[in-house]
């Protein structure tokens, strides 16, 4: 094993050295109960002051830092991504996805370098493309046509306060539509109920701080991959895991792996930090 393709493992003991390649793939996708929901995680990447976006002067808005974007981290993001039934993201990541802002296609990527990501899920019975599932406040028909090109199931997740005459639209676009909260947002416990409906039993959340809010709030999300970037980058307009409203109580989580990889990026290594939230969190 090439040594520049591996990581040591500090957490848990004993220290050793790992291969990154399949570093994600080996970790056990199951919440230990038996409520037939389905397993959910996130993952983010952030600098070590709590960037996970910040401006972006060429496209506008916020797109994730390049000074921390690393083909290390990326392996394991698409890792995750291999492993899931489902992708969940919001309407804005499509948006992205469409202008170039985004990192980069919907996962598992076609590059030749992720080859055997397909082979795995292809060994594990699965198709060939996780589903994308498309948390929404509003249905917008011009977003509905950007996914017909996706090769994969897509759904749109909506609360019940929905324009009817857009939700025509949208469903004649071919997107499959799930009424998934009470009002105008999706809720994260209906939206998990609703998948799980669909056969859907790992759920992979690669959108932002308000996807993310919403599984909290809601209780349903399990387990967080989290890689800290050994970088400040400081800067006035930025964006961290959460914004908004205070959770109340706070979600409480437990490591469960921390990986050092020293050779991210230029000499400038990076921790990769699994967290599992805690029972009754």
């Not at 296609?105 to 080859?115: E, I, M, Q, T, W």
């Not at 071919?174 to 009470?182: E, K, N």
Request: charged share 25%.
């Amino acid at each position: 094993m090439n040594p520049s393709r591996r990581v040591l493992r500090l957490y848990p003991g004993p220290t050793e050295e790992c291969a990154l390649e399949g570093l994600y793939l080996e970790h056990p996708l199951d919440h230990g109960d038996d409520s037939g929901r389905p397993f959910v995680y996130t993952n983010f990447i952030s600098s070590l002051d709590g960037r996970i976006a910040v401006e972006d002067p060429r496209h506008g808005g916020h797109s994730v830092p390049g000074t921390i974007i690393n083909d290390r981290d990326w392996r394991l993001f698409q890792e995750l991504a291999a492993r899931a039934d489902a992708l969940l993201v919001s309407a804005r990541f499509l948006r992205d996805l469409a202008t170039g802002k985004a990192q980069d296609v919907l996962p598992v990527s076609r590059d030749p370098a992720y080859g055997d990501l397909h082979e795995w899920r292809a060994r594990q019975g699965l198709p060939p493309q996780p589903a994308v599932v498309v948390l929404t406040r509003s249905l917008d028909p011009s977003l509905a046509e950007l996914c017909e090109g996706y090769e994969r199931p897509v759904y749109f997740a909506v609360g019940a306060e929905v324009d009817r005459t857009a939700l025509a639209r949208v469903e004649a676009a071919g997107v499959r539509v799930i009424t998934a909260g009470r009002g105008e947002s999706v809720e994260g416990a209906m939206l998990v109920d609703a998948l799980a409906g669909e056969g859907m039993s790992r759920l992979y959340s690669i959108a932002g701080p308000w996807v993310l809010d919403t599984l909290l709030r809601n209780g349903v999300l399990h387990r967080l991959y989290l890689t800290h970037f050994h970088r400040l980058l400081g800067g006035r307009s930025f964006d961290t895991m959460l914004e908004g409203d205070a959770l109340d109580p706070p979600s409480s989580f437990e490591p469960r792996a921390l990986y050092y990889d020293p050779r991210a990026d230029d000499g400038v290594g990076q921790f990769f930090t699994v967290y599992d939230i805690l029972a009754g969190a």
